[in-house]
């Protein structure tokens, strides 16, 4: 959930907290006890919808079988996993599969080495993937550039906590070898980042996703289809460096929007990336 979302459920958790004070004062005992278990209760949702909405809006949808409409003939199933349209008794049903780049926090100090590696070897593999499928699919890339001094700031600050756990690790009569290297292979890499930043590259971020639609003469036809061909798909790009995985929940719907159009803004962008990182 955005930041806005949070703000707004906040808001009217405050309103409530206050009414539900305001009764409470005016009746004590049980209407107490109720106000406090429904403060808390708002509270835990609102943790829920910030850190899996997903998860939570799939299965209050799944639950109530409740359908949203994105678009005029579309609607989204109660399972929040397809965007279904009937066009002359025909269903056609489309599903996203996120294929982000694994977004490694440390690798080895030969990682160059291996990303060589990965790139010789990456039309060999994009060629036998596509091979394996035998229905039309689209590869979207949503890619913007980033702010250069932000992006060394964080690496900055990320090398500034590594410092500190190795001066503690130093410090500690508990702390091994291994432990020690490993804070030291993690210092290294994140100094070769901003060692390539200071040199002139420049940081991207980019979403990346696979967008597939099953036809079927029922709904469930088209759905079981759509399930198929998503599993044929992770299946074939299980070979590549990309981290594979049905969309479901609110994503959804961020991810048929970009079919009409582009984030307009970095901050709207920004809030996408989060959203997959």
Same mark, same amino acid.
């Given at each position: ?37 429904? *403060? ?16 939570? *809006? ?11 409409? @994105? ?18 008794? $025909? ?32 039309? #060999? =593999? ?9 229905? @039309? ?16 700031? #964080? ?7 590594? #410092?500190?756990?190795?001066? !503690? ?12 290297? =490993?804070?030291? !292979? ?36 088209? $759905? ?25 929940? !609110? #994503? $959804?719907?961020? $991810?048929?929007?970009? =079919? ?18």
């Amino acid at each position: 959930m955005d930041e806005e979302g949070i703000m707004y459920l906040a808001f009217c958790l405050v309103i409530m907290i206050v009414a539900l004070s305001i009764v409470s004062y005016i009746s004590k005992g049980i209407i107490t006890i109720l106000a406090l278990l429904i *403060v808390i209760a708002g509270v835990v949702v609102i943790l829920i919808l910030n850190f899996a909405d997903y998860l939570f *809006v799939s299965f209050v949808f799944g639950f109530l079988g409740i359908t949203f409409e @994105p678009a005029q003939g579309y609607k989204i199933t109660k399972e929040q996993n397809a965007v279904v349209k009937n066009v002359n008794g $025909l269903f056609y049903a489309t599903g996203f599969v996120s294929a982000n780049l694994f977004a490694y926090s440390f690798k080895q100090e030969t990682a160059e080495d291996e990303t060589d590696v990965k790139l010789i070897n990456a039309p #060999e =593999n994009w060629e036998r993937a596509v091979m394996n499928i035998g229905f @039309p699919f689209k590869y979207h890339v949503l890619a913007m550039g980033l702010d250069v001094q932000k992006v060394r700031d #964080e690496f900055e600050g990320k090398r500034s906590y590594q #410092e500190f756990q190795m001066s !503690r690790a130093l410090q500690s009569t508990s702390s091994n070898e291994v432990t020690i290297t =490993n804070i030291q !292979r993690n210092i290294n890499v994140i100094q070769r980042k901003i060692d390539r930043i200071s040199q002139g590259e420049k940081p991207i971020a980019t979403v990346m996703y696979i967008e597939t639609t099953a036809i079927g003469v029922s709904e469930k036809a088209s $759905l079981d289809s759509l399930s198929q061909q998503i599993e044929n798909i992770q299946i074939s790009f299980s070979s590549m460096d990309v981290d594979l995985s049905r969309i479901i929940g !609110r #994503e $959804l719907y961020t $991810l048929f929007r970009f =079919n009409y159009s582009l984030p307009i803004s970095l901050e709207e962008a920004n809030q996408f990336f989060d959203m997959q990182s």
